[in-house]
């Protein structure tokens, strides 16, 4: 069992083993856990940290309680013609989501928000691709959001608005060599949902 979690460009994995890369280790106990005080605080000096505990469900949900729940969906909507439609968003390129409202569904939240944010409607789920974890502090309320991803196809010719009271000041249709430059520069979290593409 692997659980990720994103803080913005820093992240946290919870594993039942060692992982290879350029993580600070984090080695619990059977029953220990690991707070989020403890996480910042290494991520003053470390950007990856990977938390091994013989039980790594039951430490990420001790560290999960830390948070209130949020839930969210969103897509990688993808033309005709294989554009993929993204947003720029506070400085950086990223992908339609936002929270589901009450009864809906994972996907009909991510339909709505793609239309919402990009002013592209109708898109249709063509499949899941995966869930992101990324955790934030919203005026002093740590939150950890987990969305759903979909793969979504959009009509031809559909043109998009950006939703610009969401801080997004562009929405527009990417050509491949377009999207590798904008994941380059983007979110760990967007480009985890990317791969899924493959």
């Known amino acids: 069992m692997n659980r990720t979690v994103y803080f913005?460009?820093?992240?946290?994995?919870?594993?039942?083993?060692?992982?290879?890369?350029?993580?600070?280790?984090?080695?619990?106990?059977?029953?220990?856990?690991v707070s989020r005080a403890k996480i910042l605080e290494i991520f003053q000096t470390?950007?990856?940290?990977?938390?091994?505990?013989?039980d790594a469900e039951a430490a990420f949900r001790g560290f999960a309680a830390e948070f209130a729940a949020v839930e969210a969906a969103g897509g990688i909507v993808v033309?005709?013609?294989?554009?993929?439609?993204?947003?720029?968003?506070?400085g950086r390129w990223d992908l339609p989501k936002g929270h589901v409202e009450?009864?809906?569904?994972?996907?009909?939240c991510?339909?709505?928000?793609?239309?919402?944010?990009?002013?592209?409607?109708?898109?249709?789920?063509?499949?899941?691709?995966?869930?992101?974890?990324?955790?934030y502090s919203l005026c002093g309320r740590w939150e950890l959001k987990r969305t759903y991803w979909f793969?979504?196809?959009?009509?031809?010719g559909a043109a998009p608005a950006p939703q610009r009271e969401e801080g997004i000041d562009r929405a527009v249709w990417c050509m491949p060599d377009?999207?590798?430059?904008h994941l380059s520069a983007t979110f760990p979290t967007i480009r985890c949902v990317a791969a899924c593409m493959r």
């Open 8 to 33: 913005a460009d820093k992240s946290v994995v919870f594993t039942d083993r060692a992982t290879p890369g350029a993580h600070f280790a984090v080695r619990l106990g059977s029953g220990e856990r």
């Open 46 to 54: 470390c950007n990856d940290v990977a938390v091994i505990s013989p």
């Open 79 to 90: 033309d005709a013609r294989g554009a993929w439609l993204m947003i720029h968003r506070n």
């Open 102 to 108: 009450a009864g809906e569904t994972f996907a009909e």
């Open 110 to 135: 991510a339909v709505r928000e793609v239309g919402e944010e990009t002013g592209v409607t109708g898109a249709e789920v063509v499949r899941p691709l995966c869930d992101t974890l990324h955790a």
């Open 151 to 156: 793969e979504m196809r959009a009509a031809a």
């Open 178 to 181: 377009e999207v590798r430059e």
